[in-house]
């Protein structure tokens, strides 16, 4: 099943939920302290979207202007290439899944993560790139595919509702966290973002 | 009756249409002459809005940069001081018209959507201010109910779809178009800088 | 004597000064108040420029986003008509003078500029368009040459530092403040911005 | 020496060639396929600068939106972290280079880079950061004076006009240009992207 020609509901759909996504995150200064290196990104996937041209994401990415966070484009199918694989290959596990985005890791982040979603009830899991099989690293595209199959087997078959990977080289680890829609992944990382920059701080 | 909390359904649904109509604009290159030296604004009233809190509009207008319409910010409640208040008025004649635009007029344009309105069976009117009443000039405020007021009268009772207004000193006259919802709204106003500045160069 | 090619140190003179006097606006909140329903423009002009190509603007102009001053676009050759064809019509007069500003106009603004004016020593003068012949307001840009020349005959021969129009069907009145480079211009009108607002608040 | 109050001259100077080298970046659509996943910045160091304060860079860093370089925001003293530091590393040996840029590296654009500095005349290096002791990859803060340091010495005692490093694990590998002030580095990294995407395109 195809996800086939967008209704006008659903466009209108995901555009609001998208705007207002976008106002949660930039209205979170917080969560300038948890934008990577290589920027944050939010997607929101079409009902059974196959291709990225179904995942609509941030073009240019969230980066960070005057200490805040700041969407250097607007939400566009096809804006995203890494984010939308991920949350692609995600769905094939759990197609309730359509929006995901992602954040900074760090040793002491990821301990914090770890307790937060102990204390949440989340499924959490790491991805061990060191022990991803040399052949997968050097084919082109073979890379996610094992990283979401890793991220699943290590929770134990569900996929978590957050997880990050380490230990690649070349590669900035990011952690990820998924959800149905954009509008409540935003805020459920924006609080993320202030609780644990406000222990950090305190 | 009044506007209440916004449901979670609405502000998706007013983001959503939003967002897309900006799209619909700034992918109009032609608009771009239809802009007014006061700049465009595009609104869209909550149901039973009484006030400009429950008005979207785009915070800083549609201006012209690079040659193309350009929304200065993003859609926010609020952000329309005029724009708003003309709306509010002209539903308290028809509450199913929840949207409106304006843009430049000029004596070649006014002749011009005279003939486009009577093409498409809709309602057409002009505002002389020149016979608006001193005491409403000069009352604060008061100019708005009087203008809406006879751009109906001289439409025969009903709101007219396409209207302007003209001969106030130290005011530029615009055009407005009105409609339930802005994407449509959108849509329409650039189908007419599309004919009329295809006309115009043609 | 044209204005000729540019050289490098001119071209960084120029974009380098508008840089900081946009830097001077955006951060001066209270200029949100002054800026005219037109948007406000700033100006600078090569030396010996004649054509509009040759005076650098602000693409889009100074609108307010979140109620603070936003240039809309870039500092760019050519974006500005009006403000370009004034500075023009100014300097042939007073070539010193390659900056200007426009910005709001009231009874009550005009009344405090006139004494601020006074207490600055400078040229100030008003124009009134009702005394503008038919024959001029009906040509293509002959408007103008009138309003300069009546400006400079009503400060007695002089180029008034800050002057405004009133009058005119159709056109909203504007202040206009000039000076030798934009940088000083902006830091000039922020400070009347927030002396004026200052004074309206208190 | 210590960079002292800066003069005006000196901050018209570095806003006027930085705003004309955004200019340059923004209007090479070709350079959009260079920026690396931690996206570009541009950085220009004051004379004697010493502390990230006092080099400007583009805050937000170069981004890409509708498949062109963007400038998320605009040029600020202290916007840059990385490669701000790593400009003020440099010019302990050369205090003539004040300007930098980074982009993104694969070893395809390695081999090219390396011929392509060879046809320049210019000197290129690389470091391999697998060689980095484990207490400078531990230490806060001494990875940046390794770095440089290797990437000197590599070149036989110069700072290479153009260098790259590889091998860290958690770290994106990005190409560094250098150059006197930041116009003339966006020229140069524009023509590298417009001659290296030809030949992979043609």
Redo the contacts between chains.
Sequence with gaps: MEAGIITLEE??????????AI?VIEGCPEFANLIP???ANLVYARNNAKTREEIMAI???V????GRP?A????KFGASSHMARLIIEIRKTDPSLRAGIDFANNPHLAKWLEHYCHSKGWVFSVIDRRFEPEEIKEAEGASMPWKVKAAIEAAGGKVPKIFYE????????VSVLVGSEPLVVAQEVCEIARLYYGECQG
Tied chains: 1, 2, 3, 4.
Excluded: F, L, Q, Y
């Design positions: 466009e209108i759909d995901m555009h609001g939920r998208m705007a207002m106002n290196e290589v920027r073009d240019g990415r980066t960070v202007v005057s700041h250097a484009g607007k939400p380490t230990g690649a080289v070349g590669k900035e680890p």
